[in-house]
């Protein structure tokens, strides 16, 4: 018999926790969006060399920290899938409101 409170617990945190990421994920890319635009507008602005490789280097910055939440929502969202499935085999939870709190949690955070 599985221990229903402690899936419960479990689904409850890696729902949050596939939430807070996929927002963390979804600001480092607005934030490589808007550093793409300044650094257009330092070039098209014969802006400072210092200004430009700053601006650079802050962009490869919001790039690997895409790469970095993407992986890790990945893992999250790989984890929640399959507390999922052993969720729904078992009778108690399948109509459980954590369980659908957290199949919401998934169908939001699809990447």
Do not use: F
Not at 45 to 55: G, S
């Amino acid at each position: 018999m599985p221990d229903t409170a402690g899936i419960r617990r479990q689904l409850k945190i890696k729902a949050g926790s596939a939430k807070r990421l996929y927002k963390e994920h979804r600001l480092y890319q607005k934030e490589e969006e808007d550093l793409k635009r300044k650094l257009d507008k330092h070039i098209a602005d014969n802006a400072e060399e210092w200004d430009i490789k700053n601006t650079r280097r802050m962009l490869e910055e919001s790039g690997k920290m895409i790469t970095d939440s993407a992986e890790r929502l990945g893992a999250v969202v790989q984890q929640l899938r399959e507390l999922l499935v052993n969720a729904e085999k078992d009778p108690e939870l399948a109509q459980d409101e954590e369980v659908l709190k957290a199949q919401e949690a998934m169908e939001e955070v699809s990447i």
